[in-house]
């Protein structure tokens, strides 16, 4: 019996090498690639015991890593002020995830970027604590705070998105209702989860970040675009002659289309441009819209930015004109209706884009990352996204919207600050109260600050509203945060 | 093989004739050997307590010291009785599982303080299982002091080996026809019997019942097995009804799957029989048509029994299925672990289901790394190989076989279960000898060592030199001697 029990423990010996084998593979081979999966506690509990970089802005701490004193997460994330910066910020959650610039910038926040590499092998020369890396955002916190108060101060729900025209950085972006990002810090996953809840269920979609992933019908504010597409046919420049009319009749359809009001365009028959745009007369802007037709209107909107897939790093929402069947829906686009949507970030754009010569340039929302020690790894450069228009049209454009700041009501106005606007007040649905909306940048002439505010629902002014009621404040009073450094 | 022809251990292997020097030199026992590693294998696991105790950040005070030696003064004693009952004994056996057993309790325990800050969190209160598997470490003493003390020789075994076949049967079949609130489902298995608090797995012992049932069947049926059937193909294939031993133990595994739901215990058993038959009668045709059969079983069981599909489902996509969440977890523990490991109370295997059972490989591979799961599998190996040796040592067939069957038991056993944890082969529910915790599985395998210990003390005890037969001329030889009757 002797010669099979040799070969008994030769298999033994084979089924030992086929474990050792599979072990490692299992722990040298495709151990990265467990480690990375999601739904690993493991690497969660690993970041929570190494402190996560800083958020800051303008030299203003967002977000920091404080020891805990516990065993399980030993750092815990604190924001400051954190409904106000929740929609830069996002959260970090060892239940729900992250999101916002804690996840898009994940890797320099556990110092897991390759930009941190050379920190990792100094810290593990020197025996040092593993630090994440810290993330410099372009938020002006001023503007910031200015802007979430002015939303949340008046319990309306709205959102507003600043940008520097010039560079593209992102000076402002805030939503109401917010909510708190220390809620998804804490060691309590049952407190997490009751939070979660409370949020996921609160009317207004407090987690939904507006700024870039809401859209809205931008009512008049659309009529930028519509002009754009007017003045770069050749049919049309500063002062051509539109109808004046109080309403049309919409062509092959039964349906009329007034102005706000009934009101007819000023006192002739016809109106030049300009007016047309500073009294925001649907009538004529319906009509350009059909005269310079569907495609000129949309290539128009492509220029700006419609359409095209953005990360700031959050992904925004594409913005689009929907279906156009025909001239009456044309006509309608024309002045924003239908089924025209826009985020505030989109809209904002248009002004941005305006406001720095027609070019476009690319939101983002770091500006910089930075090691553990303060030096910068890597510093975001201005991108031009497009060429929205000549700069002549830019200018003509920029003149329109002088005129109609002019007509936007007073409310909030800056001495001595020149601001071209335009506002809109946007119908969707009946019954229900329509949505302010207010495009602008200043100062006019060099401009510093491109900002669009939407103020859902009437805001506190029910059906009357309009957008230089109810939205125009709202971004007045944040240019005003910008460019004086206070509210 | 692990021998060569000089190895000083073991003069008695090359065959029954090599004793037949004259007055041989007095054979030494070796016990000395014995306790020295017995005193290492105590270093070695106090030191590892230790290494927790200092790693979970408390002092590791006088109380490790404690532990270490009643330790060593449980293997000891054990090692006294071994002097007195067993002196010829393989002294390799008792240490490697001193080692396993003792760094199983090291492992429990550990896990023992995740489970216990786990229950913490959530206002509950966790069982400890260490302070349990010391009992059931000294019980498995006890019965393997006994176990030498009473059986003087192995081959009295034989005589009761239909008891021990059917007790085996019955112990097997136990639970599958017990009513459920004495032999409730565990985890999807009825293997338990459970009386009160206390409960255990009746296939552990049978396990040993029916491999000394096959044992001595086996030998006294040995010429059956090996008379050629047809030859077909160049395989001499048995005859048609001496298939029925083998058929008997497929149809007893499909039944364990059926009934109890178990599919390591199935697949243990089954293999068990295959090898044995196989050292039985040295012909490989038995593995072969065993291994038909078994792929047979599959094919029928697997498209029936959802349970199967899972374990499969689960086996092959560990990272994406439901049913595979253990192993996923297991293995990112493992993952963790790497090569060196996290060390001892370093990292989190509380994580992982069933750490300190059925995963504790995954425990041991998580906080030691890839190299102390290297150390783990090699103490099997050369558990399993010194088990071998003394089958290869036996002097009668009865002892050979029970030993070889024995070795490949643990060593089989060690495969399934560390394949399955570690994703080489799909998941069954058998326990890691010595390591897990549980009171059957540890005080069966002390059975399991004492008998191999046992087999080998009969094996290398100096053989009484035969008593000196009178010299007699044999009959033939011997003079006609006329006898004259007396007149």
Redesign the interface.
Known sequence: ??????R???A??A??V???A???Y???I??????S?S?????L?KEYSTPRGQLIADGKLLASSEPTGE??FKYERKYANGPAFAPATGFYSFVYGSKGVERAENEVLNGNADSLAFNRLQGMLTGEEKKGGNVELTLNPEMQRTAYQQLAGDGVRGSVVALNPQDGSILAMANAPSYDPNEFAGQSRNKQAEAWNELKDAPGDPMVNRATSTLYPPGSTFKLITAAAALESGKYDYDTQVTAAPSIDLPKSNATLPNYGNNTCGTMPTAPLWEAMARSCNTAFAEVAGDVGEQKLREAAQSFGFGEDLNVPMSVANSSLGEINGPAPLYQTGIGQRDVRMTPMQNAMVASAIANDGKLMKPHLVDKTLAPDMSVLNRTEPEQLSQAVPGDTAHTLRDMMVKAEQRAGDEGKISGVQIASKTGTAQHGSGKDPHGWYVAFAPAENPKIAVAAVVEDGGNVGANATGSKIAAPVARAVIRAGLQGGG | ??RTETDPDNPSTSGSGAQEATNPPRTPNRRGIELVMLGFVAVIVTSALALISINQESQPGTQVLYYGLAFLALFGLTHLAVRRWAPYGDPLILPLVAFLNGFGLVLIHRVDIGDA?AAE?AGETANAAAPSQVLYTAIGLVLFVLLIKIVSDHRTLAKYAYTCGLAGLVALALPAVLPGFIAPTKNGAKLWISIGSLSFQPAEFAKILLLVFFAAFLVSKRELFTTAGRRFLGIDFPRARDLAPVLVAWAASIGIVVLERDLGTSLLFFGIVL?MI???T?RAVWIAIGLSLFALGCAVAYPLFGHLQERVDAWLNP?TSDSGYQL??A?????????GGSGLGG??PA?VPYAKSDFILSTA?EEL??LG??VF??V??LL??RG?RV??AARD?FG??LA?GL??AI??Q??VV??GV???IPLTGLTTPFLAAGGSSLVGNYVLVALLLRISDSSRRPQQPSRPQPKQPPIAEAHTELVERPR
Do not use: W
């Open positions: 019996m002797n010669k099979p029990l040799r008994v423990a030769m033994m010996m089924m030992i086929l474990l050792l599979n072990a490692t299992v722990q040298v495709r151990a990265d690639e467990l480690r999966q739904g690993n506690q493991r690497t509990y065993e399980r | 093989m692990a800050a969190r090898v196989y050292i039985a040295e990272l996923r977890k293995l990112f523990g493992m993952a963790e672990g790497g090569i990292g989190r994580i591979a790394g890839l799961l290297a599998l090699m099997y190996l399993t190989a071998l089958a290869l067939s050979k076989l070889g070795s490949f060593s089989f060690v495969f560390a394949g570690t994703g080489l």
